[in-house]
T-cell receptor
């Protein structure tokens, strides 16, 4: 069974600082990996995804993530955080085949941005 | 432009009521999903529809009844719910159910059962 671990429940950074959110996954085959962001009371917005190919993927809002198979990781990064980035971030892994629609999410990381 | 529209945004219902949540997408996607998100928890899959047919039911209680009347619409009929069913219900869609298809979420419907 697939699983996702986000080790950091809550991260606080200053505006303009760099950011890295950690994500580790467990999946027996090639994983399909996603990062979503959720603002309070809102739905999930897709930031980026990894299916195959280049292990460094670019997303919206200046985010990027790097897939490292040897470490089973898919960490999210941003070089300079803006106050509007404060939200909860979810890493998710998608199953393959006929179970593809079943995303398994990590517990989420809440990002607080100080001015 | 990716958009999944859910109505209503907020719903309060009694335990004996019958209500429905509605979801619509006009992206030509052929797979649609219902997820449930309890407070301070990640979303969990409830149902998957592929080509308007139910393909995955994650052992959801029968008081939740999904319906996919056409390729653009997905409903979730609610009956005899319990207070513990109070949650954010998220609809999502993807071009297909299959490898490499991105799943897009709506804004969700907040359900409170009293």
């Amino acid at each position: 069974a697939q699983s996702v671990t986000q080790p950091d429940i809550h991260i606080t950074v200053s505006e303009g600082a760099s950011l890295e959110l950690r994500c580790n996954y467990s999946y027996g085959a090639t994983p399909y990996l996603f990062w979503y962001v959720q603002s309070p009371g809102q739905g999930l917005q897709l930031l980026l995804k990894y299916f195959s190919g280049d292990t460094l993927v670019q997303g919206i809002k200046g985010f990027e993530a790097e897939f490292k198979r040897s470490q089973s990781s898919f960490n999210l990064r941003k070089p300079s955080v803006h106050w509007s980035d404060a939200a909860e971030y979810f890493c998710a892994v998608g199953a393959g085949g006929t179970s593809y629609g079943k995303l398994t999410f990590g517990q989420g990381t809440i990002l607080t941005v100080h001015p | 432009d990716t958009e999944v529209t859910q109505t209503p945004k907020h719903l309060v219902m009694g335990m004996t009521n019958k209500k429905s949540l509605k979801c619509e997408q006009h992206m030509g996607h052929r797979a649609m999903y219902w997820y449930k998100q309890k407070a301070k928890k990640p979303p969990e899959l409830m149902f998957v529809y592929s080509y308007e047919k139910l393909s995955i039911n994650e052992s959801v209680p029968s008081r939740f009844s999904p319906e996919c009347p056409n390729s653009s619409l997905l409903n979730l009929h609610l009956h005899a719910l319990q207070p513990e069913d109070s949650a954010l219900y998220l609809c999502a869609s993807s071009p297909l159910v299959g490898t490499g298809n991105t799943i897009y979420f709506g804004e969700g419907s907040w359900l409170t059962v009293v």
